[in-house]
């Protein structure tokens, strides 16, 4: 055991220096902004992977989600963050409880505020916890293809009057217009290092996990009003079926209340069969092979204000 010890410290100081040599960067990048700015699409485009839920609903992603992004020159690791808001309930104080735990564990910070909307009061409420931080931080305005440029250029103005930003760089993470210029930017900020994560790995987040996301995203877009905040979704097993190449998943779909579930479940079974299609579609892509997917779905009354049914039901990723 020690042995095995000594040859690993001997292989990371030889990465380290491997990396110091060549001017290869590595480092953690935060995502941060308030909610349906755009910072999973964002993740989803510069890892060139799906990984977070998208809506266009405010307060869907609730954990923390990394992303590696791979480049010739280096390593940017992001770190998708929930929403930051004023929040009421347990669940969304634990959502933005992760959001602002990054801010000093990562080498920057990456800022998104909406091109559209401006700079508004909740922009207001997330810098202000930013700049409690010493982290860097730069700006990122997000979904530009939706302004005329002399708008982009005028926010970009006032926000550099709100605060030092190391960098300000206008994308559109939707149309991925700006990224390679993001890339460039993020990376230079980066310090020199070793690449943390090998060339093949683009996250370390469980694929239990990536996978009730993905039919979490099935059920906030097929459902209205409160219902896609009271669900949750836990992927109780996944492996290989009996037939090769079949992929068997059994998830299950909490709700608050019995109303919930029935609407879950639609006239005849529609919705729930709805979801489980398109879900299992997506899981086909991801796996590359045919999938069985079981859905189950259970009441839980008010998971969301208990920190022990939040324990049993939302993931937290605390490896980095
Ligand atoms: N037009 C346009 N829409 C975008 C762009 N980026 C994201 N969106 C849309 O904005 C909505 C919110 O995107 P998300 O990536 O889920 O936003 P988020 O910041 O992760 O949201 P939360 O997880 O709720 O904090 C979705 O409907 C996206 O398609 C963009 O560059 N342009
Ligand atoms: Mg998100």
Not at 71 to 87: K, W
Not at 111 to 116: P, Y
Request: net charge positive.
């Amino acid at each position: 055991m020690a042995v095995q010890i000594a040859q690993e410290e001997v292989l990371i100081s030889e990465q380290k220096i491997k990396g110091k040599e060549s001017g290869f960067r590595s480092g953690y990048v935060s995502l941060v902004g308030k909610p349906n700015v755009g910072k999973s699409t964002l993740l989803n485009r510069l890892v060139a992977r799906k990984l977070a839920a998208m809506s266009r609903r405010p307060q869907t992603t609730r954990n923390k989600i990394t992303g590696v992004c791979h480049l010739p020159h280096g390593q940017i690791i992001l770190l998708d963050t929930p929403g930051i808001h004023q929040a009421t309930n347990a669940l969304n104080k634990r959502m933005v409880k992760a959001a602002v735990a990054t801010f000093n564990d990562v080498d920057r910070i990456l800022f998104m505020v909406n091109a559209q909307e401006g700079f508004a009061d909740e922009d207001r409420f997330v810098l202000d916890a930013l700049k409690a931080s010493s982290t860097p931080v730069a700006l990122a305005i997000n979904k530009v293809d939706l302004v005329a440029k002399p708008a982009v250029l005028s926010l970009m103005d006032s926000l550099n009057k709100e605060h030092t930003f190391e960098d300000i760089v206008p994308i559109s993470a939707l149309k991925e217009d700006g990224l390679d210029v993001l890339k460039d930017v993020l990376i230079a900020g980066l310090p020199e290092g070793p690449a943390y994560f090998p060339e093949d790995m683009v996250t370390d987040c469980p694929e239990e996990f990536l996978t009730g996301e993905i039919i979490r995203e099935k059920i906030i877009k097929l459902t209205h009003l409160e219902l896609p905040y009271a669900v949750a979704v836990v992927v109780e097993a996944m492996g290989p079926g009996k037939k090769e190449g079949v992929t068997v998943i059994d998830a299950t779909i909490y709700a608050e209340k019995a109303s919930q579930k029935k609407i879950l479940i639609g006239a005849g079974g529609q919705l729930i069969k709805k979801v489980g299609i398109q879900a299992r579609q997506e899981l086909e892509r991801r796996l590359g092979g045919k999938v069985v997917l079981k859905l189950f779905i259970k009441v839980k009354p008010a998971w969301r204000d208990n920190v022990r049914t939040l324990n049993e039901l939302v993931y937290t990723h605390d490896s980095n």
